[in-house]
């Protein structure tokens, strides 16, 4: 998301300090090294990966995210920063509202009473409360949107370190006409996912309104796994054959935004599922 932000935001005639595999803001110096004579952060760095990462590097993901987010929100303060956009996830909700085949679209206010399904959903929540306290006792301000599923081109195509949509497209061209596709689960779990242009449209719009607390960011547009494997498939052009692993971590059974407060705001997304898979599937065949 950051490499996209940075073209974006340079498009737009802003000047901009990219820190991408430059500086390792774990180190509270190098946050304040990079936040010197800035107006505005965004914030997007984050350890993150695949399902089954996120259900197995616990104490490593919830160790380097924090201290990513505490060093930069001293760092934004000290350097007094005007503004700074953090990225949050959809993994901050409760997951009473996503373990049933029901779909229960997810509201800002839902994230109360706690209960993310990961550690990584436990870091995140934690860290916008890192964010909002710099902003209540220092005047930092701060803008949080929480994202569903961002995807689209660039993305990591290591398939343990990417999401479904980079992983499943990468699986559907390797097996083939006629090849197995493995599937984590029994592929009915239901996702939203949110291509990377309407992605940032709306980091843009939010970081430059008044709305200080977390919004959603995404799609209503839900499918099932299986269904997505199926539109990877006809894509490409090509059918396979879905094989389940029912063994392997799946998360939650239905994952859903409710998108009533950002499109309030005139954002609404425009690259369809169909558009941006498509879009994607090139990206791979065009690698070297």
């Known amino acids: 998301i950051g490499h996209h932000l940075q073209h974006y935001l340079e498009k737009k005639g802003h000047s901009v300090r990219s820190v991408d595999m430059e500086f390792d803001l774990r180190d509270p110096l190098n946050a304040f090294h990079v ?12 350890l ?28 934004c303060w000290k350097n007094k920063v005007q503004r700074v ?4 996830s959809a993994c901050v909700y409760p997951m009473h509202y996503q373990e049933t085949e029901e779909v229960h679209p997810l509201k800002e206010e839902d994230v109360d ?17 890192v964010w909002k306290s710099y902003e209540m006792d220092r005047g930092l301000e701060v803008r ?24 499943l497209t990468k699986k559907v061209i390797d097996a083939g006409e006629g090849g197995e596709v493995l599937i984590w689960g029994d592929g009915e779990q239901k996702r939203s996912f949110c291509y990377i242009d309407d ?57 859903h935004s409710d998108l009533t407060k950002i499109t309030t705001m005139g954002w609404k ?17 065009g690698r070297p």
Not at 118 to 126: I, R, V
């Open 35 to 46: 936040t010197k004579d800035i107006d505005w952060v965004f914030n997007l760095a984050a």
């Open 48 to 75: 993150n990966g695949s399902i089954e990462f996120t259900t197995n590097n616990h104490a490593e993901l919830v160790h380097n995210n924090a201290l990513v987010n505490l060093n930069m929100a001293e760092a």
């Open 85 to 88: 956009f953090y990225s949050s």
């Open 113 to 129: 009473p706690a209960h993310p399904d990961t550690e990584y959903g436990w870091e995140k929540l934690f860290s916008e409360h």
């Open 144 to 167: 949080i949107g929480r994202f569903f599923n961002i995807y689209g081109t660039e993305t990591l195509f290591d398939t343990l370190l990417s999401k479904a949509p980079m992983a």
């Open 199 to 255: 992605c940032l449209e709306a980091i843009y719009l939010l970081m430059c309104s008044d709305v200080n607390t977390p919004t959603n960011i995404g799609t209503e547009e839900l499918v099932t796994i299986n269904r997505l494997v199926d539109l990877i498939a006809e894509i490409e052009g090509i059918h396979v054959k879905k094989v389940h692993q029912l063994d392997k971590v799946q998360g939650v059974r239905t994952r």
């Open 269 to 285: 997304p425009k690259v369809n599922l169909r558009e941006g898979m498509t879009r994607l599937n090139a990206y791979i065949h």
